[in-house]
């Protein structure tokens, strides 16, 4: 039982490229959700999916969309990235909305 | 006034030592809240839901006051093990966003 994986775990892109960033869950979790966290900020939630077929906008959508592919994967994608999406994006999932959500191990992204 | 705040600290307090952080929150219709933990460089992780009765796991014990709008987390004798930062997360009422405090550093030496 592996939680909540995402790949990769570093990458380095340069401004304009595009990427993707994968996350899958084997908790059976309806709810999944992506965040970016930089320093003296806190986490903030850019997009979520409350159940299969369904996403939805977060506090910081700008310059990103995701893809609820099945029940148990959520991917995010950057079209073309800009210095300012330098940060470490977190993964999660819940069996719900309203109720606690398990973490991925993060991805660091640098954008130059 | 942001809408959940914490003192960053850092809490500096020596094992074996209680020690309480607070989490304030804006919103009077926020209805779900909890407290995690995250190492350096690492997940959050989820530590408890607090819930409105109070809740105590062990060593951690968290209240939700209501009346005037903050969740608090008390761990009795500290560990080297819990340094760490302590998030705190409310959920509001209407919106599906939750809203992460930016957390309290706690160093706990020898």
């Known amino acids: 039982n592996a939680g909540v994986t995402q790949t990769p775990k570093f990458q380095v892109l340069k401004t304009g490229q595009s990427m993707t960033l994968q996350c899958a869950q084997d908790m059976n979790h309806n709810s999944m959700y992506w965040y970016r966290q930089d320093p003296g900020m806190g986490l903030r939630l850019i997009y979520y999916s409350a159940s299969e077929g369904t996403t939805d906008k977060g506090e910081v959508p700008n310059g990103y969309n995701v893809s609820r592919l099945n029940k148990r994967e959520f991917s995010l994608r950057l079209e073309s990235a800009a210095p300012s999406q330098t940060s470490v994006y977190f993964c999660a999932s819940s069996e719900e909305i309203y109720v606690e959500q398990y973490f991925g191990p993060g991805t660091r992204l640098t954008v130059t | ?110």
Request: proline share 5%.
């Open chain 2, 1 to 110: 006034r942001k809408e959940v705040e914490q003192d960053p600290g850092p809490f500096n307090v020596p094992e074996g030592a209680t020690v309480a952080f607070n989490c304030t929150y804006s919103n009077s219709a926020s209805q779900s809240f909890f407290w995690y933990r995250q190492d350096c460089r690492k997940e959050p992780k989820l530590l408890m839901s607090v819930y409105s009765s109070g809740n105590e796991d062990g060593r951690f014990t968290a209240q939700l006051n209501r009346a005037s709008q903050y969740i608090s987390l008390l761990i009795r004798d500290s560990k080297l093990s819990d340094s760490a930062t302590y998030l705190c997360v409310v959920l509001s009422g209407g919106s599906y966003i939750p809203t992460f405090g930016r957390g309290t550093s706690l160093i706990v030496h020898p």
